[in-house]
């Protein structure tokens, strides 16, 4: 069966540090016909739900634990029986959003997560946040960056859990060492490739963003 990328988009807000801001976020559905994962559970389980159509969900993956992306995930695991996955490291940052449920299951750098055909390799990117982490699969040509990385830049750095120097490091190291022609496929807005972002690396860095 054919693997095939799904991409929805909710609407909610982002709150941290007793700020909060109206988002959109990307959420990513891959798999077949089958099974399906999930990549960041955001906003609206039913939505996310309605989208998954049926198939099986075998693993709602969080790239990072900040509400707007998990907020979701433990009432869409309730819905389809899947298990959460999220790094340690972001379990602060988790249980500021859900004090009462626990993550299924840890994430760890370098381990492979199966579904309907796609091995996707988790890669720990801490920076935006300390558990951050980006999903790569190289049969797809694509890489699930979260908010480590955008069309544009690394992601922010501003606010509690997070360090720029960190970021730009892993995404030096981590990212753009992946081939030019890789998709990134982002927690907000439009898609980008790595060969887009790489050059560009040096500015980011004069400008602290």
Not at 148 to 174: E, K, V
Request: charge should be negative; include cysteine; hydrophobic fraction near 40%.
């Amino acid at each position: 069966m054919t693997v095939r990328i799904e991409r929805l988009v909710t609407s909610g807000r982002f709150t941290l540090d007793g700020g909060t801001w109206d988002v959109e976020n990307n959420v990513w559905i891959v798999g077949d016909e089958r099974e399906v994962i999930v990549i960041d559970a955001a906003h609206d389980a039913e939505a996310i739900a309605r989208a998954v159509e049926g198939r099986r969900l075998t693993a709602i993956v969080c790239t990072h634990a900040h509400n707007d992306h998990v907020n979701a995930a433990p009432a869409l695991a309730d819905l389809t029986g899947a298990p959460i996955w999220l790094h340690p490291d972001d379990l602060p940052l988790w249980k500021q959003t859900h004090p009462h449920r626990d993550p299924d299951r840890h994430l760890v750098d370098g381990q492979v997560i199966e579904a309907a055909g796609t091995d996707l390799t988790v890669l720990h990117t801490p920076g935006h946040a300390p558990g951050a982490v980006c999903l790569y699969d190289p049969g797809l040509g694509t890489v699930f960056t979260g908010d480590t990385l955008f069309q544009g830049g690394p992601g922010a750095t501003g606010r509690s859990y997070s360090h720029f120097p960190t970021i730009i490091d892993s995404i030096r190291d981590r990212l753009l060492t992946l081939p030019p022609d890789t998709k990134v496929l982002t927690g907000h807005g439009d898609a980008t490739t790595i060969g887009a972002e790489a050059p560009h690396l040096e500015e980011w860095i004069a400008r602290g963003y």
